[in-house]
């Protein structure tokens, strides 16, 4: 079946965060409670047509802060030849993995194979480990979540967090936290240009649990760990007593 519009109606719940009373959370329970996973290497079929294998891993990826960076490279220098294809077989420098964009923004540098190009880590088809991310393979040899060795947006994607500053009209203001799903709007302009994309298709909410509960890790690490408790009780609420307007509409009827 075809990607769903993005643009359709979607239930929403705010809590004030019970670990920080300044920031109230914004979550879509729709995408929450949605059936999606992500189907890399099991339907994926990239963000571009020319590169199937790589899903959204052709572009590279920038990082969030000098601090995601930072993180990062710690765990660079501990690829070797067995984890990741393109290991330059000496010690890892800088220009071996991060490249500036045009925007100036730092990002992993992409490598190109084949006239296909993607992240640098991204290891081809015709590796021993098979397609897929150095980075995410060094996880499961030292016995960590990938999110801990990952770019943010690696291990965020498709959840998307977003900070609002918001007056009330008695003058105090709070900060909004908004956790929902990175549609292609997330990419900005250009996500309209992508020849596919995942978050709203069909072919990837076959789950057989919602979302708030496979990317516990992602959001307890996105909402803090208090946070996150308050919204499954939500979740927990809307998947009791959701009506078919409050389903996502990628979701299997």
């Not at 490598?111 to 880590?121: I, K, R, Y």
Request: hydrophobic share 35%; proline share 6%; aromatic share 10%.
């Amino acid at each position: 079946m075809p990607e769903v519009d993005p643009v359709f109606p979607r239930a929403f719940v705010e809590f004030v965060n019970p670990a920080d009373e300044t920031e109230v959370m914004r979550c879509d329970l729709t995408w929450l409670t949605s059936s999606f996973r992500c189907i890399f290497g099991q339907g994926c079929q990239g963000i571009y047509d020319s590169s199937p294998d790589t899903g959204c891993c052709t572009l590279g990826a920038h990082f969030a802060d000098a601090e995601d960076e930072k993180r990062v490279a710690g765990y660079v220098g501990m690829l070797d030849e067995t984890v990741w294809q393109f290991h330059p077989g000496r010690t890892v420098k800088k220009k071996d993995w991060v490249e500036t964009d045009a925007d100036g923004d730092r990002k992993t540098r992409t490598h190109e194979v084949d006239g296909q190009a993607a992240c640098v880590f991204h290891n081809r088809t015709d590796f021993h480990l098979g397609a897929g991310c150095a980075l995410h393979a060094l996880a499961f040899t030292l016995e960590k979540n990938p999110l801990e060795t990952k770019p943010d947006v690696c291990w965020q994607l498709p959840l998307r967090r977003t900070f609002r500053e918001v007056e009330r009209t008695d003058g105090t203001t709070y900060t909004e936290v908004s956790i929902g799903e990175y549609e292609r709007g997330g990419w900005g302009p250009g996500g309209h240009d992508l020849d596919w994309y995942c978050s709203g298709n069909t072919e990837a909410h076959v789950a057989p649990d919602p979302v708030y509960v496979t990317h516990e890790p992602e959001l307890v690490a996105l909402m803090g760990r208090a946070a996150y408790a308050e919204l499954v009780r939500h979740c927990d609420a809307h998947v009791r007593s959701r009506s078919a307007l409050a389903l996502h509409p990628a979701d299997p009827r």
